[in-house]
């Protein structure tokens, strides 16, 4: 375009690419899914790279999005998306209003077909900025623990948050921002099908087993969450602040340990 660099805003990597892809071929970027000079193929969505799953065009995102935000029966329409779209969707969403103050939207880290599923609270101010869950001394602990028996983001686990958006000054969720945010952490565990499920701090605990316990009474035992086994620990940052949770939370990533190998 006759620059050395430009920026767009409010368009993801992948939207620009499969824009950039439509006018390679000639086609015009206003074009819609009907459009003649496209295939039938093309008309909902254009190949990720490397054969991932498919990114949708910004009017199959804008009307899933709608549906999302809008319909009484949001939980049922992120029910029927695939991981590309579920992620692609949950970038855009602006179902609470956590959506006005974010930077980013935090979806996940990780291995989509991972063992071990780590759900946390929320993201904090790193994550907003990074736009991934559990980085910094808080990241760098989990990713200790984790080695700690034999397990790593990269390969073997899957890292996310009940809430995608960060809290306002790192306050507490509030109960209507966890139920906007539920249907994506649903169907974040039905696709990803972990062996395990690890919640750390109070509100994954809570959230995840359904109990108002404190964490210190949730925690030591083995739960189900929809036929997946469920183990709640305290929260990394929260080792920081207080060490001496480090032998139980010590012994509960044992016992994930034990679940994953049978025992």
Known sequence: MGEERFFLEGISRRELE??????????SPS?????????PEEADSVPGPGGADPVPDTDELARQERAVRLGENGEDVV?????????????GCRRCRLAEGRTQ??????????????????PGAREDETGLPFVGPAGKLLDLLLASVDLSREETVYIC???KCRPP???DPLPDEIEACTPYLRRQIELVSPEVILGVGKFAGQFLTGRSSALGKLRGEVYSYEGVPLVVTYHPAALL?????TRATWDDFQLVRRILDGG
């Not at 499969?18 to 086609?27: C, Q, S, T």
């Not at 074009?31 to 295939?39: K, T």
Request: proline residues 5%.
């Open 18 to 27: 499969a824009l950039l892809a439509r006018i390679g071929r000639g086609d």
């Open 31 to 39: 074009d819609g899914p009907s459009s003649p000079s496209r295939g």
């Open 79 to 91: 029910g029927g998306l695939s991981y590309g779209r579920l992620r692609a969707v949950a970038l």
């Open 105 to 122: 939207v935090v979806f996940s880290d990780g291995n989509p077909d991972a063992r071990l599923m780590v759900v946390g609270e929320a």
């Open 161 to 163: 948050n009940v809430l």
């Open 169 to 171: 000054g790192n306050r």
């Open 241 to 245: 602040r207080n060490s001496s949770w």
